[in-house]
């Protein structure tokens, strides 16, 4: 079994709609997190989410945790053609230290 | 702002030879990290180290890795003998501290791009 899948594998919206993400994981967590990857590029931080909170923004991202469903989703308004780009959930399991990625979402924005 | 460097950008060797992938985490980060990514496919854990020493390794990280701080700021990862499945992008990451109950964000570099022949 698989500890953070990502739905839909690819998505591709107009500019200026918005863009929803799921995750979905198998064991408890200490944490949640998400991340970009441009094409071939290094992996930049966007937020993080504890398991005691059930929401969280930043700027334009809204980020969601169900621990009951083991779920989280990442929601990007009003997108730009900058936002393309892969993004990736990763959680921290208890007692852990690693991340462990899912497979991630390529997101495409046509202008 | 402060970020984690990794050098080189793009490393190819042939099969058999050792290669050093560096990085240089954020300078007050305490725990260091090496991830490496298949092309296509995930992100996955190689190794932490905190205090001079692995605090947690996944089964990839065989007898051929290594990792060492051997100084104040560089950390490095050896694979001594490389094989073409290792041919990856590797990504360093850095994190403050961690604590029971508390975790932060790991901040990761670009990444060094490894191509084995």
């Known amino acids: 079994s698989q500890q953070g899948e990502e739905d839909p594998q690819a998505l591709s919206i107009q500019e200026g709609e918005n863009a929803t993400m799921n995750c979905s994981y198998k064991?408890?967590?200490?944490?949640l997190q998400w991340y970009r990857q441009n094409s071939g590029r290094g992996l930049v931080h966007l937020i993080l989410?504890?398991?005691?909170?059930r929401e969280k923004h930043s700027g334009r991202l809204r980020v969601t945790l169900d621990t009951s469903k083991k779920s989280s989703s990442l929601l990007i308004t009003a997108s730009r053609a900058a936002d393309t780009a892969s993004y990736f959930c990763?959680?921290?399991?208890?007692?852990?230290?690693?991340?462990?990625f899912g497979q991630g979402t390529r997101l495409t924005i046509n202008p | 702002e402060p970020e984690v460097t990794q050098t080189p950008s793009h490393q190819v060797t042939q099969m058999g030879q050792e290669v050093i992938l560096r990085c240089v985490p954020i300078?007050?980060?305490?725990?260091f990290y090496w991830y490496r990514q298949i092309l296509g496919q995930k992100v996955e854990f190689l190794v932490s180290?905190?205090?001079?020493?692995?605090?947690?390794k996944s089964e990839i990280f065989d007898d051929q890795f290594s990792v060492e701080r051997p100084d104040g700021s560089n950390f490095t990862l050896k694979i001594r003998s490389t094989k073409l499945e290792d041919s990856a992008m590797y990504f360093c990451?850095?994190?403050?501290?961690?604590?029971?109950?508390?975790?932060?964000?790991?901040?990761f570099g670009p990444g060094t791009r490894l191509t084995v022949t």
């Open positions: 180290f905190y205090n001079n020493e692995i605090s947690e």
């Open positions: 990763a959680t921290i399991i208890q007692g852990a230290q690693k991340l462990v």
């Open positions: 064991t408890s967590i200490n944490n």
């Open positions: 989410i504890r398991s005691n909170e």
């Open positions: 990451a850095s994190s403050p501290t961690v604590g029971p109950g508390l975790y932060y964000e790991q901040y």
């Open positions: 300078s007050n980060h305490l725990y």
